[in-house]
């Protein structure tokens, strides 16, 4: 297993959740790492990413203020702290590694961790 996320559940609208993604492997040999979310029926949605060297994070507008990328590199550890969460992002969230932004530039993907958001 080259990425594995952890951390989802349920939570009350306004609570908070923070994931984890595990590297190990090949997955560590990319420079980013980033987030995506996927609800049934829809196109994968970009969420955040991260550079190795953490100086560089980008979010989506969705979740700008709310939502915090981080990575532990002596961990090979990435986070995603959600903060302030709404019945909207409920979703499978997953995180990859790759060397692009969008979802096509990521060539390694965790199995996923449900998130959901209850009103």
């Known amino acids: 297993v080259q990425l594995q996320a952890s951390g989802g559940g349920l939570v009350q609208a306004g609570g908070s959740l923070r994931l984890s993604c595990a590297a190990s492997g090949r997955a560590l040999g990319y420079p980013i790492m980033g987030w995506f979310r996927q609800i049934l029926g829809k196109e994968r949605e970009f969420v955040a990413a991260?550079?190795?060297?953490?100086?560089?994070?980008y979010y989506a507008d969705s979740v700008k203020g709310r939502f915090t990328i981080s990575r532990d590199n002596a961990k090979n550890t990435g986070y995603l702290q959600m903060n302030s969460l709404k019945p909207e992002d409920t979703a499978i969230y997953y995180c990859a590694a790759g060397t692009g932004l969008s979802a096509n530039g990521y060539t390694y993907w965790g199995q996923g961790t449900q998130v959901t958001v209850s009103s």
């Open positions: 991260i550079m190795r060297s953490g100086g560089f994070t």
